[in-house]
């Protein structure tokens, strides 16, 4: 059952937020990271930077994609709520 204004999240992120804890299996953030390379590379990134804007920090078992889209300059440039993400990670 779905709660009303609830975002649908993602199938890529969704992992992260279904995930254990901080110590999440490496193996998770590498098919999180297969999946948004694929996306960008085939332009979706208006679903990318939805799921970015819409998902609160304290909902992800790990921070780590923001340090998977870090390493990536072309994530930076195309995605509007990278800098909001990368801030609300930090904070």
Known sequence: MEIANQP???DWLKQLIESDGP???RSVLVSVLESITAKAN???WEEI?????N???SDLSSTALMTLL???FRFQVKL???????DAVAA
């Not at 930077?49 to 804007?53: C, G, N, P, R, Y």
């Not at 509007?80 to 990368?86: K, M, Y």
């Open 8 to 10: 649908i999240f993602p």
């Open 23 to 25: 110590d999440i299996h």
């Open 42 to 44: 085939d332009g979706a």
């Open 49 to 53: 930077d939805t799921a970015l804007k």
């Open 55 to 57: 998902v609160l920090v």
């Open 70 to 72: 870090r390493g990536t």
């Open 80 to 86: 509007e709520a990278w800098n909001g993400f990368r």
